[in-house]
């Protein structure tokens, strides 16, 4: 039976595997699912980044660290409700080109996210990274290993043929448009040059929105969750909503680390929740600079592919 709690925590690895080491089903945890088995097979997740930092610091002294604060200072400025609206118009078109999913993952080997304090790596790598890590605690949410593998592939938006798109309105975290900008978002000064910083209509606690109205009713910054989010559901994939869920609000950092905006949440939210937190454990802390060969992983993500995805998609 799955239990609601106020504000969810995933116990740690170590306190986890005491929970389930004998378990032979999938069994939940303070509302939270938790491996079958942890096995010296499972993942554990790092301490420090591959420039060893600590994940997520944005004020750590790195040969990324400016470059990563560039970067938020233009998303802050530019992205705007007005622009959000305009993006979602024009991408849901999807009318880019047409394209097997692997063959998605395969552009993301020319991409790479400076938005991104942790990883200089190309895509594909994180993606794979994060999926096998998955792959290893969930053996048989194979959905859950399938989401893990595309959940980024909308950074091709960067590139020219998907519209070539400043890194700004492509990668980050994301964040609500049509409200006021919570404290909890990366680099929050750099809103007060954002022109919504002024809208009396958007500038209180829930601007446009009201309480419980569902993250879906909410205009969130433009970048690759939203446009992969479109690109799943308007081909139609078998995903389930927890999938989906994840692919399009897994940037959203204020939200599922911090707790800012959780008044817009309704029920369907409270439970997908879950599974994000799960997924941004692997998300975050996959990130190496050791590959994943690729070539031997790829016969596995083909066939969940074809599983849940159309063998050819519009982009």
């Known amino acids: 039976m799955t239990i609601l709690i106020e504000k969810p925590e995933l116990a740690s690895q170590a306190d986890s595997q005491d929970l389930v080491a004998k378990a032979t089903e999938l069994v939940f945890d303070g509302g939270f699912p938790v491996p079958k088995s942890l096995s010296g097979d499972g ?3 790092p301490e420090i980044n591959s420039f060893g930092n600590s994940f997520r610091d944005y004020n750590a002294e790195s040969e990324r660290q400016k470059s990563v604060e560039e970067f938020y200072r233009q998303q802050h400025i530019n992205q705007t409700y007005d622009f959000v609206q305009k993006m979602r118009e024009e991408y849901s078109k999807l009318n880019r080109m047409e394209m097997s999913i692997w063959e998605c993952c395969e552009l993301l080997n020319e991409v790479v996210d400076d938005s991104d304090p942790d990883l200089d790596e190309p895509q594909i790598q994180h993606l794979l990274q994060s999926a096998e890590a998955i792959r290893k605690d969930y053996p048989d949410e194979d959905w859950l290993h399938l989401t893990a593998l595309i959940h980024d592939l909308g950074k091709v938006l960067l590139l020219p043929k998907f519209g070539g798109l400043p890194q700004w309105a492509v990668v980050g975290d994301t964040f609500p448009l049509g409200c006021a900008f919570d404290e909890a978002n990366i680099h929050h000064k750099y809103f007060e040059e954002n022109p919504d910083y002024y809208n009396p209509a958007y500038n209180t606690k829930n601007g446009i929105y009201s309480d419980g109205c569902g993250l879906d009713n909410l205009t969130i910054s433009w ?16 995903l389930p909503s927890a999938g989906l869920f994840i692919i399009r609000y897994h940037s959203l950092y204020p939200l599922h680390k911090e707790e800012a905006y959780m008044q817009f949440l309704n029920d369907e939210d409270k439970e997908n929740m879950k599974w994000l937190r799960i997924f941004n454990k692997y998300d975050l802390y996959s990130k190496s600079k050791v590959p994943v060969d690729v070539e031997k992983v790829k016969p596995y993500y083909l066939s969940l592919i074809e599983k849940y995805f159309p063998a050819k998609l519009k982009w």
């Open 43 to 45: 993942f554990f997740a």
């Open 223 to 238: 970048g690759h969750d939203d446009y992969m989010y479109l690109v799943a559901k308007e081909n139609g994939t078998t």
